[in-house]
């Protein structure tokens, strides 16, 4: 039973990145997945969920409008769309999954992945 996150990298400010998060041995159905970040000296930031079974979606007020967060049932996998990235968008990024929550991600997830690398150069 695992998180798999994929997809960080080193992009410019305005650019792009898509990251991805496959959960295996597990079905993330009545899950909800969150996405959570932390950045270098800081404490670990909740950023957007989604309800697995009906789509409903969260976003920070800090990601609204440049992140959309999706998910694709027969893959068992969520993703984070980053659009107009920033500078303060540089941190890890973590998925993680939690059975039978609401939409929000001030909760301590259960199950987490192992966080891949995002870093926005000015």
Not at 7 to 35: K, M, N, P
């Amino acid at each position: 039973v695992q998180l798999v996150e994929s997809g960080g990298g080193l992009v410019q400010a305005g650019g792009s990145l898509r990251l991805s998060c496959t959960a295996s041995g597990f079905s993330l159905d009545d899950f909800t997945l969150g996405w959570f970040r932390q950045a270098p000296g800081k404490g670990r930031e909740g950023v957007s969920c989604i309800s697995y079974n009906d789509g409903g979606t969260f976003y920070v007020d800090s990601v609204k409008g440049r992140f959309t967060i999706s998910s694709d049932n027969a893959k068992n996998t969520v993703y984070l769309q980053m659009d107009s990235l920033k500078p303060e968008d540089t941190a890890v990024y973590y998925c993680a999954a939690q059975y039978g929550l609401g939409l929000t991600v001030e909760y301590d997830y259960d199950l987490w992945g192992q966080g891949t690398q995002v870093t926005v150069s000015s």
